[in-house]
């Protein structure tokens, strides 16, 4: 009984973590860089923030069923799918959460409530040595 508790536990996990789809439109000159790791991509909520000058990657868009899907999960998933393109920062551009009555009607029709968000992956590139 443990074992297949455990099982149907890691495939819930795994059903979860891959409810978030992010897709991305590479931007500027396609040049391309080696990948990052996801935990090196910093998060910033506007250009303002970013440190110092930077190159725009990609076009980042994620979506998920509000139901299987958080928005610290789809953060992860768009800053793995910047990383793997060589960004090392998103730039949050837009979150959208479905309203109380969509995650009603979601829930009373079977069909899904979708959370959005849009980001840009940028390059940051390192400060210059005086």
């Given at each position: ?11 819930s996990?795994a ?48 979506k ?8 610290s ?22 979150v959208?959460?479905p ?16 959370r959005?968000?849009?980001?840009i ?10």
């Amino acid at each position: 009984m443990k074992k297949n508790t455990l099982v149907i536990l890691i495939i819930s996990l795994a059903f979860v973590t891959s409810c978030v789809s992010v897709n991305a439109t590479r931007l500027g000159t396609e040049s391309y860089r080696q990948p990052v790791p996801t935990d090196e991509v910093v998060v910033y909520r506007t250009a303002d923030q970013v440190p110092g000058k930077y190159e725009e990657i990609a076009l980042l868009n994620a979506k998920g069923d509000s139901a299987w899907s958080s928005e610290s999960g789809m953060f992860k998933k768009m800053k793995k799918r910047a990383g793997q393109m060589g960004a090392n920062a998103i730039i949050l551009d837009a979150v959208s959460e479905p309203s109380a009555g969509a995650k009603i009607a979601g829930a009373i029709f079977g069909v899904g409530a979708e959370r959005k968000g849009k980001a840009i992956a940028i390059f940051v590139f390192p400060p210059e040595k005086e």
